[in-house]
T-cell receptor, first 114, second 114 residues
Framework: DAKTTQPTSMDCAEGRAANLPCNHS???????VYWYRQIHSQGPQYIIH???NNETNEMASLIITEDRKSSTLILPHATLRDTAVYYC???????????????FGTGTLLAVQP | SAVISQKPSRDICQRGTSLTIQCQVD?????MFWYRQQPGQSLTLIAT?????????ESGFVIDKFPISRPNLTFSTLTVSNMSPEDSSIYLC???????????FGPGTRLTVL
């Protein structure tokens, strides 16, 4: 079973920030938080991942709470092309012999409205 | 980032036949995976494709139904055997790049079984 809880769907106005929450209250110390998105009829696209510090890249920012039990993915200026299902996944990072596998939950359908 | 291609992109097959899906990565990767996405559902991991040895299957998936090969570091095949309409899904290849530990996905193969 997926270890994360996400809202089923969210709306966001074009040009505004989209804040997608994820609850992972049972996260272990060696588990990272990964975010992927899947635009209709395409394969999932990697967005960002983090362990405990906040992370930012050209696509998004990831804010992880101090207790690591929840996180928020922020798309700073949502466009219509950001409409997709967003998946939050917790998994150990490879290394040290770990064979981590990305297990997908149901995700959040983000609909960016014009 | 690793670029993953799949062949065929889609196919329509008759019940009882088999289809082999090819996955090619443009660079050497440490691990390769196969996922299934049934209509309207999230992704489900089928197996980890191991180079030069038998694949590691997830619960509910067996080698006789989904034989997998991985002859080298950049190529893998998944065969869907003795197909039934319940096998109609999108099948996705995924690969993890060792240099970044990031996992990427192919565009998927859309299979319809009549």
């Amino acid at each position: 079973d997926a270890k994360t809880t996400q809202p089923t769907s969210m709306d966001c106005a074009e040009g505004r920030a989209a804040n997608l929450p994820c609850n992972h209250s049972t996260i272990s110390g060696n588990e990272y938080v990964y975010w992927y998105r899947q635009i209709h009829s395409q394969g999932p696209q990697y967005i960002i991942h983090g362990l405990k510090n906040n992370e930012t890249n050209e696509m998004a920012s990831l804010i992880i709470t101090e207790d690591r039990k929840s996180s928020t993915l922020i798309l700073p200026h949502a466009t219509l092309r950001d409409t997709a299902v967003y998946y939050c996944i917790v998994s150990p990072r490879p290394g040290g012999g770990a064979t981590n596998k990305l297990i997908f939950g149901t995700g959040t359908l983000l609909a960016v409205q014009p | 980032s690793a670029v993953i291609s799949q062949k065929p992109s889609r196919d329509i097959c008759q019940r009882g036949t088999s289809l082999t899906i090819q996955c090619q990565v443009d660079s050497q990767v440490t691990m390769m995976f196969w996922y299934r996405q049934q209509p309207g559902q999230s992704l489900t991991l089928i197996a980890t494709a191991n180079q030069g040895s038998e694949a590691t299957y997830e619960s509910g998936f067996v080698i006789d139904k989904f034989p997998i090969s991985r002859p080298n570091l950049t190529f893998s095949t998944l065969t869907v055997s003795n197909m039934s309409p319940e096998d109609s899904s999108i099948y996705l290849c995924s690969a993890r790049q060792g240099s970044t530990d990031t996992q990427y996905f192919g565009p998927g193969t859309r299979l319809t079984v009549l």
